[in-house]
């Protein structure tokens, strides 16, 4: 039996209402994620804005999101920072809030040995029975886990899994032949999703996934069963929408694109992340309305909601 973190999991947005979350459509997108068969979400991720979200606000996405959930779903809080003691503390409060597991960002700016990492792992594998994912996203981060790191963590029962960034499929080769220890591996490139799994990889987690969750769970179901060509031909759909997205940071152009397709939803980032040029949202625009599905409509009307036959949010 597979463990539940083979799947596809949503590094989910976080909606604001003028300065606030946005807690009505938190839950709302949460529900939605669920009915669109979403493995689980991802919470406080870049994505999710985690750098503006004081320790409260962090508190109450888990405390939202799991309440709309409910026990069982799966919902993993993104934790840490470049303090070993303020991490400890936000650990031990989403433990406490209903988080399934954790995922353990680098330490950012500070730039840590490969020893301080390892470190920094331990003490956070200490301060919670939960099971940890090391996030490896050395382009955020100034540093890369390296092979020897991981092999030191081995030991380290709770630490169960590596979410690399970049999708490298070598490395992900590499990881697997770490002596003694068998860490599942996730992917955190939505282009790279059918040739992480074929490489051994478990499962993916994107923010693509907030805007096409179910093509994305059809994708990975298709690739999971081995039906790679299948797989790769859904991957080749998405391919458009990916490639403007990749131009301005995250989660700029995905906020402005849920919008599109939830019009009750907010686009609004917190500073410093802006939307750009009109005509990169202009491209934007089109790739949404383009969108892969049967029942075609504006971008406005919901085409994938549409497609699924599932209710809008209300």
Same mark, same amino acid.
């Given at each position: 039996?597979?463990?539940w973190?083979?799947?596809? %999991?949503?590094?989910?947005?976080?909606p604001?209402?003028?300065?606030?979350?946005?807690?009505?459509?938190?839950?709302?997108?949460?529900?939605?994620?669920?009915?669109?068969?979403?493995?689980?979400?991802v919470?406080?991720?870049?994505?999710?804005?985690?750098?503006?979200?004081?320790?409260?606000?962090?508190?109450?996405?888990?405390?939202?999101?799991?309440?709309?959930?409910?026990?069982?779903?799966p919902?993993?809080?993104?934790?840490?920072?470049?303090?070993?003691?303020?991490?400890?503390?936000?650990?031990?409060?989403?433990?406490?809030?209903?988080?399934?597991?954790?995922?353990?960002?680098?330490?950012?700016?500070?730039?840590p040995?490969?020893?301080? %990492?390892?470190?920094?792992?331990?003490?956070?594998?200490?301060?919670t029975?939960?099971?940890i994912?090391?996030?490896?996203?050395?382009?955020?981060?100034?540093?890369?886990i390296?092979?020897?790191?991981?092999e030191?963590?081995?030991?380290?029962?709770?630490?169960?899994?590596?979410?690399?960034?970049?999708?490298?499929?070598?490395?992900?080769?590499?990881?697997?032949?770490?002596?003694?220890?068998r860490?599942?591996?996730?992917?955190?490139?939505?282009?790279?999703?059918?040739?992480?799994?074929?490489?051994?990889?478990?499962?993916?987690?994107?923010?693509?996934?907030?805007?096409?969750p179910?093509w994305?769970?059809?994708?990975?179901?298709?690739?999971?069963?081995?039906? %790679?060509?299948?797989?790769?031909t859904?991957?080749?759909?998405?391919?458009?929408?990916?490639?403007?997205?990749?131009?301005?940071?995250?989660?700029?152009?995905?906020?402005?694109?849920?919008?599109?397709?939830?019009?009750?939803?907010?686009?609004?980032?917190?500073?410093?992340?802006?939307?750009?040029?009109?005509?990169?949202?202009?491209?934007?625009?089109?790739?949404?309305?383009?969108?892969?599905?049967?029942?075609?409509?504006r971008?406005?009307?919901?085409? %994938?909601?549409?497609?699924?036959?599932?209710?809008?949010?209300?």
């Amino acid at each position: 039996m597979n463990h539940w973190l083979h799947g596809m %999991f949503t590094a989910l947005v976080t909606p604001f209402a003028g300065e606030a979350i946005d807690r009505g459509a938190l839950a709302q997108l949460v529900r939605w994620q669920i009915d669109q068969g979403a493995d689980g979400v991802v919470l406080g991720t870049a994505t999710g804005e985690h750098a503006t979200l004081s320790p409260r606000e962090r508190l109450d996405l888990l405390t939202v999101a799991r309440a709309a959930a409910g026990p069982g779903f799966p919902i993993i809080a993104a934790v840490g920072s470049n303090d070993t003691a303020a991490t400890l503390g936000e650990i031990r409060q989403a433990t406490a809030a209903g988080a399934s597991a954790l995922l353990l960002r680098t330490p950012y700016y500070s730039r840590p040995s490969q020893d301080g %990492f390892v470190a920094h792992a331990r003490a956070a594998a200490s301060a919670t029975p939960l099971e940890i994912i090391l996030d490896n996203d050395p382009d955020r981060c100034g540093i890369e886990i390296s092979l020897p790191a991981l092999e030191a963590l081995g030991p380290t029962a709770n630490i169960v899994a590596i979410l690399e960034r970049r999708g490298d499929i070598q490395r992900c080769d590499r990881i697997a032949r770490i002596r003694d220890r068998r860490f599942m591996r996730l992917t955190g490139a939505s282009d790279a999703i059918p040739a992480y799994l074929l490489a051994g990889g478990c499962g993916a987690v994107t923010s693509l996934g907030n805007l096409v969750p179910q093509w994305l769970a059809r994708l990975m179901a298709a690739a999971r069963s081995e039906f %790679f060509v299948q797989a790769q031909t859904l991957q080749r759909r998405l391919v458009p929408l990916n490639d403007v997205l990749s131009r301005e940071p995250d989660p700029v152009g995905t906020k402005l694109a849920l919008s599109l397709l939830h019009p009750q939803l907010s686009p609004a980032c917190r500073l410093p992340l802006v939307a750009t040029t009109p005509a990169w949202i202009e491209e934007l625009r089109q790739a949404v309305e383009d969108l892969p599905c049967p029942a075609r409509g504006r971008a406005a009307a919901g085409p %994938f909601l549409a497609a699924a036959s599932r209710p809008a949010l209300a």
